[in-house]
């Protein structure tokens, strides 16, 4: 461990606040204090002028659902179940056995809330977040959801949408709970949705973006930054009922995103091009764009302030490092951390432990696999694997429908689909050496240049991998056959009537006649067809 409450001086000991606030595919230009010209993020700005504003801060997952895993759990995703985004399948579920960022701080006598957007397992009441360690759950479990015509769970009830726009409801339900938690400390783990799809936002802010961009940027990017303010002016309000409530400088706050923007048609024939720092890489790759996102970090009058940290730093090292702050030891059954405790860092001492530390990434669909969409980071240099494109692609027939249902219907449960792709044997691209001290924006390979340094790193990345998916298949088998035993006395909805108006036809073969094809025989999955029994990938 880098830092331990004994380092810290004795005044600094009581337990603090912990706000942890998690935007959704903001990237690391989606800021002003990170270079972008257009957008106004007046309270982030200021917070980094409070704290550090790091540089160089890796998401650990390159997508939703994985990325968040890491955060929750201070472990690296494959370990954890969550390897992918299709709720449907359970590749977004945490096994049961891994211990969430609600259990630690409930643990150390925490009141804990997960207000906004989980995505860590869904369909089963068992992997809701209030049943993961989270005294509240105000929000939604699926990956997306409608800003203004959102349903959102209060734990096991339901809150139909009221007027307010999503973000303003999940701050006006943060700045409640502050104000609750009086005597307590607390630990609230906020995660927006902004600026995440469907592209909603206030229409005065649109306005204001509008007349503000260059006429070549498209109308999604006029309503991306509107969404982006919009989120920043909620959390001034947030702040400033820390302020209030005299808890501002007991509380240590974290900002960051779960993975870089997506850049690209947005899905209507427009673009989300925009502003993105010159980095290589989107949402979904581990190319610097994909992985690298923004991080503030701020604790009045304990953490120096103005400071910009270069050194790099990845997203499982938040939980460790926040709970090192209550002195508490880990819950029964916790799991060793990933990630390191870097309160040093945050003291402005010295830390040359994490200059030389790896940082590994791998993201494909469905079943993981080693050398595809993958990477390792050490010092400067970076070890990159290109993503196997037919090993990215998304089976959006199959996959999709209960996602898009999930966006503006109330959440539902409904047993998984255990199927995934076997991709058999595949070949894959050669690595690619970057030196990001020279080349941030991953543009020279010099893998040529450097045939030992491929060959170390490589190796390392190796040995990584097969640990952590011998994990993945132990936490795969545990969450599956948790589902089969939670279904056999339950009765499961027809998914033929669940998804009426949600097929994706355009996804069928060529030739289907939507008005007579039965869909359950287009689209494989659904589980009143004999499962397919491939739950040992």
């Given amino acids: ?80 179940g969550a390897v992918d985004v299709p709720s449907n ?39 809701l977040p209030h049943r ?32 307010r726009y999503l973000t303003d409801a999940l701050n006006d339900e943060a700045i409640s709970f502050i104000r609750a938690s009086k005597g307590k400390p607390f ?18 802010l649109v306005q204001k973006y509008r007349r503000r961009l260059p006429k070549n940027a498209g109308e999604t990017v006029a309503i991306i930054y509107a969404m982006i303010e919009a989120m920043d002016a909620g959390l001034a309000r947030v ?8 808890l501002w ?21 427009g673009s989300t091009m925009r502003y993105h720092g010159g980095f290589s890489g989107n949402k ?40 090192s702050a209550t002195g508490a030891p880990p819950p029964a059954g916790a799991k060793p951390f990933d990630g390191l405790n870097v309160m040093s860092l945050l003291l402005g001492k010295p ?48 996959d999709n429908p209960s996602y898009e249902r999930g966006v503006v219907e109330p959440h539902w449960e409904m047993p998984l689909d255990w199927e995934l792709a076997d991709f058999g044997d595949i070949k894959t691209e050669k690595p690619r050496l970057f030196d990001l001290a020279a080349d941030p924006a991953e543009r020279h390979d010099v893998a040529a240049q450097h045939p030992d340094l491929v060959a170390e790193l490589a190796k390392i990345y190796d040995a990584w991998f097969g640990k952590v998916f011998a994990e993945w298949r132990q936490s795969r088998h545990a969450i599956l056959d948790h589902d089969r035993e939670y279904w056999k006395d339950r009765r499961a909805p027809d998914p033929a009537v669940l998804f009426k108006d949600y097929w994706r036809w355009p996804a069928a073969p060529k030739g289907t006649n939507r008005q007579t094809a039965d869909p359950l025989t287009i689209f494989r999955g659904y589980w009143n067809l004999p499962q397919p029994g491939n739950h040992k990938p």
Avoid at 25 to 34: E, F, K, V
Avoid at 43 to 67: E, I, K, M, N, W
Avoid at 287 to 310: D, F, L, N, Y
């Fill in 284 to 323: 979904g790759d581990v190319g610097e764009q994909g992985i690298r996102v923004p991080c503030i970090v701020a604790w009045p009058g304990r953490v120096p302030a103005g400071r910009v940290v270069t050194t790099p730093v990845h997203g499982c090292d938040w939980l460790p490092t926040l709970y």
């Fill in 89 to 127: 399948r359970g590749l977004d579920r945490m096994s049961l056995s891994e211990k969430t960022f609600g259990d630690y701080f409930r643990h150390a006598g925490y009141a804990t809330a997960l207000i906004g957007k989980w995505h860590n397992g869904l369909y089963c009441r068992d992997h």
């Fill in 351 to 398: 830390s040359p432990s994490l200059e030389s530390r790896v940082l590994p990434f791998q993201k494909n669909r469905y079943l993981p696999v080693a050398h595809s969409d993958a990477a390792i980071r050490r010092d400067r240099w970076k070890l990159l694997w290109p993503g196997v494109p037919f090993t990215m692609k998304k089976d959006s027939g199959r």
């Fill in 239 to 246: 702040f400033q009922t820390l302020k209030d409530e005299g």
């Fill in 249 to 269: 400088e007991r509380t240590v706050i974290v900002f960051t995103s779960d993975n870089g923007a997506q850049l690209g048609p947005d899905g209507s024939g």
């Fill in 1 to 80: 461990m880098v830092a331990t409450m004994a380092s810290l001086p004795a005044a600094e000991i009581q337990k603090p606040n912990i706000l942890f606030i998690l935007a959704d595919d903001l990237g690391i230009g989606d800021l002003r204090c990170y270079g972008n010209p257009f957008v106004e993020t007046p309270t982030l700005d200021a917070l980094a002028q409070q704290g550090v504003r790091f540089t160089d801060h890796y998401s650990p997952s390159a997508l939703c659902a994985p990325a968040r895993a890491g955060f929750l759990t201070g472990r690296f995703n494959h370990r954890t």
């Fill in 132 to 163: 993961r360690g989270f005294d509240l759950f105000y929000g939604f479990p699926n990956g997306g959801q409608n800003y203004w015509k959102w349903h959102l769970m209060r734990n096991d009830a339901v809150e139909k949408h009221d007027g």
């Fill in 187 to 204: 630990a609230l783990f906020l995660a927006h949705h902004a600026p995440h799809s469907p592209f909603q936002a206030p229409e005065a």
